[in-house]
């Protein structure tokens, strides 16, 4: 290793950073008219990114939305046809982007931006309105930052 650069593999050069953790969500039916919290994490970190699988029932598109609080304060409120429709598809378009979209088969998978920092807590929240069961399967990198 050439002289002065910082071993990320032995001795970090960042030692308060903690190790990369997952947090993974798999949903029984959810039902209509509520918010769920999908993913929470506790702590000072970083989120490295993450995906959640939504399977909807009646109505997906106009009544289901993903939200996001850091640190308790709500930082994304959108509806997932409106995010469609917005072409919210790529990291950094927006906080939480759409990666799969399917209007006709009640299906999207959604994406959490990358390197979002918190101080005391990161909660993904989804309020299904849509009329119908929903199922979500979601997974979460991140670190705590100690």
Avoid at 11 to 27: E, K, L, M
Avoid at 35 to 45: K, L, M, P, Q
Avoid at 96 to 118: D, H, K, M, P
């Amino acid at each position: 290793m050439a002289k002065g650069y910082p071993d990320f593999f032995g001795f970090s050069t960042f030692p308060w950073y903690g190790t990369t953790q997952r947090d993974y969500y798999d949903s029984p039916i959810l039902a209509t008219g509520a918010e769920y919290v999908i993913n929470a994490i506790t702590g000072r970190g970083v989120c490295l990114g993450g995906t959640a699988e939504i399977i909807a029932g009646n109505g997906m598109t106009n009544n289901l939305w993903c939200r996001l609080y850091i640190d308790g304060a709500l930082v994304f409120d959108e509806n997932v046809s409106t995010m469609h429709y917005y072409n919210f598809a790529r990291n950094l378009d927006s906080l939480v982007y759409l990666l799969y979209f399917a209007q006709g088969r009640e299906f999207a998978r959604t994406s959490i931006s990358t390197n979002l920092t918190y101080m005391s807590s990161f909660e993904f929240r989804i309020y299904n309105n849509t009329g119908g069961g929903m199922l979500v399967d979601s997974s979460l990198y991140y670190t705590i930052i100690l």
